[in-house]
Structure formats: structure tokens, C-alpha cells
């Protein structure tokens, strides 16, 4: 029984591995064996039924000659073992490809795909497979980058801490206060790295700890612009907050849900030219409370609209380390709420928070 793979260019073959040859003789015997117990049980039904056929007819008198009777029963065992036997290769083919893909996935290529053909429970099967391995390709892909990002991001604190005390030592930089401060500075931002980071990875696995109570989200939107304004006002930039309704009470953990605003706040003001507004606007909606913050910025175009949420991605305009609001989506995902955004070049951008009652 042959079948094939689909492989991508480049892709070295596993398939002539000591292990690989080993797995494929070992399921190759099994389906030997399969066929010849089938077989087996085949010709033990004919020859019951060759003599239940004749106990029958010498009862009522009937005289079978056994020429005939041989020519019946073989005619019928041949039909039959041809009917068992295309039938089998139906299933048998494509259940051995999808075997044999599994195994190289087990060894970690996750580029195999295989054909869909066969029955139709055998097409699925193979259609199954396929997602479930490209979405495995995906899941390593993304892990390798994320691993590529976060050695990128430590790097660079960790240089210019390294860089600046070697200076201090070497006596290139004065030990004065001023570049005590800079470096503490710098352990700073390794420090915010690092609890990103961590905060990410229990979000991940379930675990991140929210400390929920009923919190007035109208009273805490404005809290967070009355904080946000003097940074707003530095690239005179005027920073309003607006609402539908008097209060919000909603069961949240108000230090994650500032954590949110905050990012989402600091990152409209960031990209908004001076002289413009950065609004946020408190609604009651059938599915929870919203609050939309609007900016008059640059906007962004589909493909980095598309990414806005991803870890460590930064458009062409932006700073840090590209986890906000990779964060600020966890945390509002935590809450059961979700977050979108939709912006267009030259035209600003619109986050929006809905927050479950």
C-alpha cells in the first residue's frame, strides 16, 4: 500500500530514519496479520455455510450435485473476498498515510500533511489531521519568535546596564548620582519587562489572580484621565472624559482594569499630534459597559491593525516593548470582557473596552 506526503520545499525527509523504517515494517505486519485473520474468518464462514447449505437440502430430499455446489461456494467466496478486499484498501491506505504522518509529527515535523481521499470518514480523518498539524506549525512558529523577542528585549537593558558599569568602573562615566539614577532607571525597565512577561504567562495558563469587587468604572475612567493629564498636556494634547450614564457598577479587579486604561490612554496620547483631543466616553450597552477611547493620530493600515494585539509587535511609530496591549488583552479576556479596535491611515485609531456586568 503506498501513499504520499505533502512536504514543504526545503524540508529535510524523516522518512529513511532506523525509527521510521522500524515503525513502518512493525504497522506493515500488523496489517498482514489483519488481513489474513479476515481472510481466515472468511473461509470458515463459506465452508459453515457450504455445510449448512447441504444439512438443508438432504433434508428435504434435495440431491446437490457437488460440482455445482463447489462452483457456488467458490464463485460466492471470490465476490466476497473482493468485496473485503477493495474495501479494506479503502480504509487501509488512507489510515496507514495518516499513521505515518502521525509519527513524524511525534518526532516534530509538523509540515507533514496528507492526501484526503478514500471514504468519506477516512477524507475527514485526513482533514483533521492537516488543521490539527498546521495549527501545531503555527503554535511553534509563534513560540520560536516569542523566544527571539524576549532574549531581543532583555538584551537591551541588560547591554546598557553592563555597558554603563563597566564605564563607571574603567572611570569613562563620574559615580555621581545622576548615573546611579540612570541605571536604576534601566533595572527599572528590566524589572517592567519581566513582570510583563510574567503577568502574559498566567494569563496563558489560567492563573492570572484578579482581585474583583464592585468598582464604579465611570468614577475609575476618570480617575485615570485625571492622572494621564500631564502627561497629555507635554505634547499639548487635551485629554477628555465623557459618559452616557452617572455610574457603572461592575465586579472587576480595578488595579488590572487601570493597568488597562492606563496602556491604551498612554498609547493614544503617544501617537496624537499636538493641538488634537484623545476623548474616552463611558456606555452602557446590552452587553456590558464599553468605554471608548478615540485619538486624532496617524491611524494604522489593515496589516498592522491586524497585529495591534500581537506580543512584541511594534509599528513603525512605536516604543516599548510591544507587550501593552498584548496585556491589556489578557486582562480584559480574564474578565470575560473583549477588547477591539478599528483605525484607518490619517484618520486615528478607536479602542474599545467592554466589560461584562
Known sequence: ??????????????????????????????????????????????????VTIWTIAHRFGVQLRSPILVLVVLFFAVAVMILIFGGM????????????????????????????????????????????????QNADRLRRNIMADVAHELRTPLSVLQGRLEGLIDGVYPRDDRQLAELLEETRVL???????????????GA??????????????RDVVRSMTAEADKKSVSLDANSSIETAMVDVDPVRIREVL???????????????????????????VAIVVRDAGGGMSSEELARIFDRFYK?????????????????????????????????????????PR
Not at 503506498?2 to 504497522?27: A, L, M, Y
Not at 479503502?90 to 505515518?100: G, H, Q, R, S
Not at 513524524?104 to 488543521?131: C, I, K, Q
Open 262 to 288: 492606563t496602556n491604551i490612554l498612554s498609547n493614544a496620547v503617544r501617537h496624537s499630534a499636538s493641538g488634537t483631543s484623545v476623548t474616552v466616553f463611558v456606555d452602557d450597552t446590552e452587553h456590558g
Open 208 to 221: 492570572l489572580p484578579l482581585q474583583r469587587e464592585s468598582t464604579d468604572v465611570v468614577e475609575l475612567v
Open 89 to 136: 484498501r479503502k480504509f487501509a491506505t488512507p489510515l496507514e498515510a495518516v499513521m505515518d504522518a502521525a509519527d513524524r509529527v511525534a518526532e516534530g515535523d509538523y509540515t507533514v500533511r496528507v492526501p484526503s481521499w478514500g471514504p468519506l470518514p477516512m477524507r475527514a480523518l485526513a482533514h483533521s489531521f492537516n488543521t490539527m498539524t498546521e495549527r501545531l
Open 1 to 50: 500500500m503506498r501513499h504520499s506526503f505533502k512536504r514543504e520545499r526545503g524540508e529535510p525527509s524523516r522518512s529513511n530514519s532506523p525509527r521510521f523504517v522500524t515503525i513502518r515494517r512493525t504497522r506493515a505486519r500488523f496489517f498482514r496479520r489483519v488481513a489474513f485473520t479476515a481472510f481466515a474468518a472468511l473461509w470458515f464462514s463459506v465452508a459453515g455455510m457450504s
Open 315 to 355: 509599528g513603525s511609530a512605536s516604543r516599548g516593548s510591544g507587550l501593552g496591549l498584548a496585556i491589556a488583552k489578557s486582562i480584559v479576556t480574564a474578565h470575560g470582557g473583549e477588547i477591539r479596535a478599528w483605525s484607518e491611515r490619517g484618520k486615528g485609531t478607536i479602542v474599545e473596552v467592554i466589560l
Open 191 to 205: 524589572s517592567r519587562l519581566i513582570e510583563d512577561l510574567r503577568t502574559l504567562a498566567l494569563s496563558d495558563a
